[in-house]
């Protein structure tokens, strides 16, 4: 999803230190971009969460590190699969006397559906829909199709979360490779000893 590149330069200043420092370059660069990794998953679950009003467990769901960084692979993918779109029950959906509202914008208010329905009457939800939202498609009974929201993936690509995304984990790279040079050159100085 994010491609981040070291800078040459605090990779030379990297390699240095650690070599002072008696340790290995390949595990420091590793452990720099396992941070990064595990904080480009917080983050982009927090971008997601920043413009839709979803719960934070159905944000990070779709969201996945594949991999370790080792000595030997220094890379790793963090990953924002493509799911089908959430149940308006993900949205705080309430069922009025004619209709049900919503909310799925963080930014927006509350949506009205009108003659949809998550059970038999106005606060009375049917437990096999689990607060799910329904809407007749025709003038008779049946069929009643689920009124659906939008999927995580769908919200972060709508909003072109990507762009600014692939800046802050450039930005989080460099700072994490500069925080592992300062700390092996205390290492080589004396000043550290982890």
């Known amino acids: 999803m994010f491609k981040a590149r070291i800078d040459a330069g605090q ?6 230190a650690t070599t002072k420092a008696g340790r290995s370059f390949g595990k420091e660069l590793s452990a720099a971009i396992n941070d990064v990794s595990r904080k480009t998953k917080v983050k982009v679950g927090k971008d997601i969460r920043a413009v839709v009003a979803i719960k934070t467990a159905e944000a990070k769901k779709p969201i996945s590190i594949q ?6 692979n220094l890379q790793v993918m963090v990953r924002l699969k493509k799911t089908d779109r959430l149940g ?3 949205f ?5 006397k004619k209709g049900v509202s919503y909310k799925i914008s963080k930014k927006g208010g509350r949506t009205f559906v009108a003659g949809a329905f998550q ?12 607060g ?21 993936f769908g919200a972060y690509v709508k909003n072109n979360l990507e762009k600014p995304g692939r800046a802050e984990v450039a930005a989080e ?12 050159v205390l290492r080589a100085n004396g000043l550290v000893s982890t």
């Open 11 to 16: 990779a030379k200043a990297l390699i240095d």
């Open 67 to 72: 991999g370790k960084a080792s000595a030997q």
């Open 88 to 90: 308006l029950r993900h």
């Open 92 to 96: 705080g959906a309430r069922q009025t």
């Open 119 to 130: 059970g038999p009457t106005p606060k009375a939800i049917k437990m096999s829909w689990r």
């Open 132 to 152: 799910n939202v329904f809407k007749r498609v025709g003038k008779s009974r049946l069929p009643i199709v689920q009124i659906k929201g939008v999927s995580a």
């Open 173 to 184: 790279l460099f700072k994490q490779v500069e925080r592992r040079i300062k700390l092996n």
